[in-house]
Structure formats: structure tokens, C-alpha cells
């Protein structure tokens, strides 16, 4: 039997508000690309259901860095603040969806249910009886948002899909590290995150035609399918001049100069000069005007020519200050450039309070009582989006959510009974 987990939530509004109000959600979706595009629309004021396997839930519930567990409460279930980042504003309801009556209970949730999100391996939901041809003919309204690693054709369709896999064959490695590495994952999972990011818009277009048609219908998009399409600049010199990509570090592949330099006080300073009106403002700000008129120098696509020459002048130059004297120098200049800092650094940076990008609330499952969130990054000036929820501890709302399609309190204690719920 799973016991479900109650946590206090009287520190934070309860009623959704936002663009979305209104909007149910039922998420299937597992790990980064899909929680992602659920917890936008979340923040946006849908009603978000997550469903999740009983006794373990989401796999990134058990994600855990070096030393958190400390920093969570030991009768809290599996949570982390992985988890936690990508599933605030949702309901967490557990189902064995391989059992017949978890299937009921979808299908009885989706008879008022809006959007359904999955990333299950293509054909699995059909497997498990929850695919868009089943579920739509309960609700044609239904809007069925798929996500997979390759999508539902192709010699790789059945392939599953991770966020490293896809950077890596859709060519996003190739060209990010520095050229005498090798290939570098970015820091993040970009592509899952720009997944999720792109459903979350398909999902929007998909709303607007079923308020003029009164139809839904069923999406699909890929890690793979996002992974080629932000090639964009790139994967446009490989198609029409069949020149591959390069891995420039920090640098730009078309713009000279646009890279980061160590500072005096050995911070790097990232600085780009787009033009050549601008590379001459900053040829008159780092007191060196004659760089703008050296030969090598005087166009754009003169410097990238001459990229070396220009990287270890400016190397020299920007080590000769502490990046707060460069800072002083520059400002006011017009040119894009800032320190590159620390996630510390970056949550103290001024504007990070002045738009609300940090969200603390009470939540009695962390050690100190308080979680603090990354803040909505839209902003609307008629429905505000919000953090009202923290993240939900695994079945943390089954009882709440079944109430609500008629199961009663003795319906819900059989279904536990039977691993169910």
C-alpha cells in the first residue's frame, strides 16, 4: 500500500490565476521535456495533473546532488530539487496505468481534461491504451501533446530519446567546446528544455484552432526534430555551402570580436563588438584606436579573417585590468558585454530581485521550511502568471483529485489496496 504523502500548503495562494485559468492538463511526461512544458503552462494558470508511478514516481524525484539529502526532511518520500525546479504549480496523482482500472480513471479524467502530455516511447501509450486514437474518442476537444527522442517515424522511431544523445547526433557537440577539445555537453539539458518550450507554443496554436473549430488535435515533437532546427545559422552554411560547423569556445563563428576574456582579477568578461561602428567605439574605449584602422582590422569579415591576431591583442589588453575597471570603461558604451558569473552571481545580480526571478515559499519538507524557486521569466500585464504551488510529494493529491470524477473514500482505500493508486 502506498501511503500518500500531506505536507502543509496554507503559505501560498490556491487559486490559479493566469492566461490559462480554466485549463485542465493531464501530464505523462517523465524527466525534463515534458515536465518542463506542463510547469509553463502550470505557471500560466492551467490545472496540472501529473501522473506518476506508484511508490517512485518521476525518476528525477530520486535525483539528488552531492549532499542534499541533508537538506530534505527524512520522511518526505523521493524528492529533489531537480524535481522540484521543473513540477511546481501541479497535482501529483499516482496510477499503475498497466491496471484496468488506472485506465478507468484516465479515461473518466479525460473526459474533462483539455491537454494530455506524454513522452512515452512511440507506441507505448497506444500499448497501455491511453494513445490519442483512444482518448480522442472521448473527448475530440482533447488536445494530445506526444514527445520522443526521434519521433513516431523514422528508422530510429522506437529508439529512446535522451537530452545528451540528441545534442550530440543533431550536431549541437560538434560545435560547442573550444577547438582544441573535444565535444562538450552545455551545462544544461537545452534541448529537452527547448522541447518542452517548443510543445509548450504548438500546444497554444493547437488551443487557438480548437476555439474556431471545436476540434483538437494530436502534436509531436522530438529532442532529435529541436536538436536540427536550433542549428538555425549553422546548419544554413552546411545546407547551401556545405561548410561544417567548428567549435569556437565562447566566440562566435561570424563575428569578430564577440568572446570572453580573463580580467586581471581573473574574471572573465564576456564582450561583443557587432558592427564596425561598434568594434570602433571600442577601439576608442580600450585606448587603442589604431586597432581600427590596422588592415586586418577594419571590417568585420576582415577580423574574422584575421581571428587570431584579434583574439591574442585583446587577450593582452583585457588582462592589463580587473574586470570591475573594465566594467567602468565600458559603460555607457552601447557595446553588449558583462562579467561571466557564478550561479551565485547570477541570483545576487540586481536584476534577478527587480523581476521577481526568485520565489521563496514555506514548505515544512526542506530542512530550513523554506524552498525557494525560480521565478515565472514572462510577465503579462492583464493575467499574470505565478508560483502558486511549491512541487507536490509523490500521491500527494490522489485522494483529492479521484473525489473529484466520483470515487468515494472506501472506491479510493480498494484501489490503494490493489496498487492502483
Not at 529537452?192 to 497554444?204: E, R
Not at 536538436?227 to 567548428?246: F, P, V
Request: a negative charge.
Amino acid at each position: 500500500m502506498v501511503l500518500i504523502q500531506s505536507q502543509s500548503s496554507e503559505a501560498f495562494p490556491q487559486t490559479p490565476s493566469g492566461p490559462l485559468k480554466g485549463i485542465r492538463v493531464l501530464d505523462f511526461g517523465r524527466i525534463l521535456a515534458g515536465p518542463f512544458c506542463s510547469q509553463i503552462l502550470a505557471d500560466y494558470g492551467a490545472d496540472v495533473i501529473k501522473v506518476e508511478q506508484p511508490g517512485q514516481g518521476d525518476e528525477t524525484r530520486s535525483w539528488q546532488g552531492k549532499g542534499e539529502s541533508s537538506a530534505w526532511k527524512d520522511d518526505v518520500g523521493p524528492i529533489s530539487f531537480y524535481f522540484a525546479a521543473i513540477n511546481r504549480n501541479k497535482r501529483s496523482l499516482t496510477l499503475d496505468l498497466k491496471k484496468p482500472e488506472a485506465l478507468e480513471i484516465v479515461k473518466e479524467l479525460v473526459k474533462e481534461t483539455d491537454i494530455v502530455i506524454e513522452n512515452f516511447i512511440p507506441g507505448g501509450a497506444e500499448k497501455l491504451g491511453v494513445g490519442y486514437a483512444e482518448l480522442s474518442k472521448i473527448n475530440p476537444r482533447l488536445i494530445y501533446a506526444s514527445i520522443s527522442g526521434y519521433g513516431s517515424e523514422g528508422p530510429y522511431a522506437h529508439r529512446a530519446g535522451y537530452d545528451a544523445i540528441a545534442a550530440a547526433e543533431g550536431g549541437l557537440m560538434h560545435i560547442t567546446g573550444h577547438p582544441d577539445g573535444g565535444p562538450v555537453r552545455p551545462g544544461l539539458g537545452m534541448t529537452d528544455m527547448s522541447t518542452g518550450l517548443y510543445m509548450h507554443g504548438a500546444i497554444m496554436a493547437a488551443l487557438y484552432h480548437r476555439e474556431k473549430s471545436g476540434r483538437g488535435q494530436h502534436i509531436s515533437a522530438s529532442l532529435f526534430e529541436t536538436q536540427i532546427s536550433l542549428l538555425i545559422n549553422i546548419g544554413a552554411n552546411w545546407l547551401n555551402m556545405g561548410r561544417d560547423g567548428q567549435r569556437f569556445g565562447a566566440a562566435h563563428p561570424s563575428i569578430v570580436p564577440y568572446n570572453t576574456w580573463r580580467c586581471k582579477d581573473g574574471v572573465w568578461l564576456a564582450l561583443a563588438a557587432n558592427n564596425d561602428r561598434q568594434f570602433r567605439t571600442l577601439c576608442q574605449r580600450i585606448d587603442r584606436e589604431d586597432l581600427s584602422r590596422d588592415e586586418r582590422f577594419t571590417t568585420n569579415a576582415q577580423r574574422v579573417e584575421h581571428r587570431a591576431d584579434m583574439d591574442g591583442i585583446l587577450d593582452s589588453i583585457f588582462a592589463s585590468k580587473t574586470s570591475r575597471e573594465w566594467m567602468e570603461v565600458l559603460d555607457g558604451s552601447g557595446l553588449a558585454h558583462g562579467p561571466v558569473n557564478s550561479i551565485q552571481k547570477a541570483f545576487e545580480h540586481p536584476q534577478t530581485a527587480a523581476r521577481n526571478m526568485i520565489q521563496p515559499m514555506s514548505w515544512d519538507a526542506v530542512s530550513t521550511g523554506e524552498w525557494k524557486g525560480i521565478g515565472v521569466p514572462v510577465k503579462f500585464s492583464e493575467t499574470e502568471g505565478s508560483v502558486r504551488k511549491r512541487p507536490p510529494t509523490l500521491s500527494e493529491h490522489t485522494e483529492e483529485i479521484l473525489a473529484e470524477v466520483g470515487y468515494t473514500a472506501q472506491d479510493i482505500e480498494s484501489l490503494r489496496g490493489k496498487g492502483v493508486v
